[in-house]
């Protein structure tokens, strides 16, 4: 068998990877226009993510977490893929793990599927309110360690958990502003 060898000068370091991590916009998508999706693209190339992940929630999921009715979760996720194609965006991903499972599906188990599929390291994109849902649950603490969080916008009210954790999430616009 025969191998080819590649020769590579003395001190040579490979280029450093620009872009890195995944940012997923966790979310049912029932009330975020496409100028709010553009935004979140804009923001995954501002900060240089490998990949956009729009995660939309079932259901039932959304049922559990908030009690809000939702239009079924193949209309929107078909409104998802239409924005994606309309904006040609080729590092955009439609989630489709909770239209497989087509029942509730636990955040953790969200998030343990994420950190299985997508590179690290992982930004949650979320509103204020969702972020504050998300600062509600009990496995927040152990959560908020192995990810950062970006939220759309400045929170009116901010969960103590997540003012606790202050230092752990940003606003996406907040950079741009200066």
């Known amino acids: 068998?025969?191998?080819?060898?590649?020769?590579?000068?003395?001190?040579?370091?490979?280029?450093?990877?620009?872009?890195?991590?995944?940012l997923i916009f966790y979310d049912s998508?029932?009330?975020?226009?496409?100028?709010?999706?553009?935004?979140?693209?804009r923001t995954a190339v501002d900060r240089k993510f490998t990949k956009l992940v729009l995660y939309p929630l079932h259901e039932?999921?959304?049922?559990?977490?908030?009690?809000?009715?939702?239009?079924?979760?193949?209309?929107?996720?078909?409104?998802?893929?239409?924005?994606?194609?309309?904006?040609g965006l080729p590092f955009v991903t439609v989630e489709s793990l909770e239209g497989k499972r087509k029942k509730y599906t636990p955040l953790d188990?969200?998030?343990?599927?994420?950190?299985?599929?997508?590179?690290?390291?992982?930004?949650?994109?979320?509103t204020p309110e969702m972020a504050n849902l998300f600062a509600s649950y009990s496995s927040f603490e152990e959560w908020?360690?192995?990810?950062?969080?970006?939220?759309?916008?400045?929170?009116?009210?901010i969960h103590p958990r997540l003012a606790k954790f202050r230092h752990r999430w940003d606003v996406a616009g907040a950079d741009r502003e200066e």
């Open 29 to 41: 998508f029932e009330r975020i226009t496409d100028q709010e999706l553009e935004i979140a693209a």
């Open 109 to 126: 188990s969200a998030l343990r599927h994420i950190s299985d599929v997508y590179p690290a390291p992982y930004f949650l994109y979320l």
């Open 144 to 157: 908020i360690v192995k990810l950062r969080l970006l939220l759309s916008e400045e929170p009116a009210q």
């Open 60 to 87: 039932e999921t959304v049922r559990r977490m908030t009690k809000e009715p939702v239009q079924a979760y193949y209309k929107r996720e078909d409104r998802l893929h239409e924005w994606k194609r309309e904006q």
């Open 1 to 22: 068998m025969k191998r080819d060898i590649q020769h590579v000068p003395y001190g040579y370091e490979p280029p450093a990877k620009e872009r890195k991590g995944s």
